[in-house]
């Protein structure tokens, strides 16, 4: 499945309202080593849209943790959803 470009103006507005922060574990864009990505929350596989009520900052390392999933299984078996920047605090 092919991701929908996100485009210029989506982007920039992505990372000035994270402020360069990464917003799963807070580590700010200048201190990670390969920067950071806009990314879509719920995955377009998933049905997410390509809004800004639906991008990201994400580091690399969160990026790829979270892949296109949205929820995983506690270590008590229940299905727990991904913290979701965007309405969980
Ligand atoms: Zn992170």
Redesign the pocket.
Known sequence: MSKTYIGVELRRHAIARAERI??????HEDD?FFG?HVDHVISEKHGGLTVADNLAL??????LHKGSDIASLSSQGLLTHFFNPRTDE
């Not at 994400?58 to 990026?63: D, H, K, L, S």
Request: hydrophobic fraction near 30%.
């Open positions: 990464c917003e799963y574990c807070l580590i990670t950071c994400a580091c690399t390392f969160c990026n």
